[in-house]
Nanobody, 124 residues
Framework: QVQLVESGGGSVQPGGSLKLSCAASGFNLGDRAIGWFRQAPGKEREGVSCISTHNGKTVYAHFVKGRFTISRDNAKNTVYLQMNDLKPEDTAVYYC?????????????????WGQGTQVTVSS
């Protein structure tokens, strides 16, 4: 049974940092792409970043490029999202999701399994 559990969210001031974790179980992380998505109140869910866990290829949305870094630890079956220089517009619920293929892409419909999400709030 595929499970994804996010953690690491919280409240932070603008310019601060958070590191999200996505703990995966029920499958081999090295066989699947993992993506991070977010949904702000009143907005549609959008792709943030993804990683092809068999070769480490990464993709970033333009609005996080240079600030966020996705990484994975296949031995721990965990994917991370390091978020630096956070802005109020980064406030959202962040989700990780599994795509049943090796290569990642940011299209939401490409992902079949989703975690419950973790809240990130950036405010002064």
């Amino acid at each position: 049974q595929v499970q994804l559990v996010e953690s690491g969210g919280g409240s932070v001031q603008p310019g601060g940092s958070l590191k999200l974790s996505c703990a995966a179980s029920g499958f081999n992380l090295g066989d699947r792409a993992i993506g991070w998505f977010r949904q702000a109140p009143g907005k549609e869910r959008e792709g943030v970043s993804c990683i092809s866990t068999h070769n480490g290829k990464t993709v970033y949305a333009h609005f996080v490029k240079g600030r966020f870094t996705i990484s994975r630890d296949n031995a721990k079956n965990t994917v991370y999202l390091q978020m630096n220089d956070l802005k109020p517009e980064d406030t959202a619920v962040y989700y990780c999701a599994q795509r049943p293929f090796f290569d990642c892409a940011l299209g939401e419909t490409l992902y079949h399994y989703w975690g419950q999400g973790t809240q990130v709030t950036v405010s002064s």
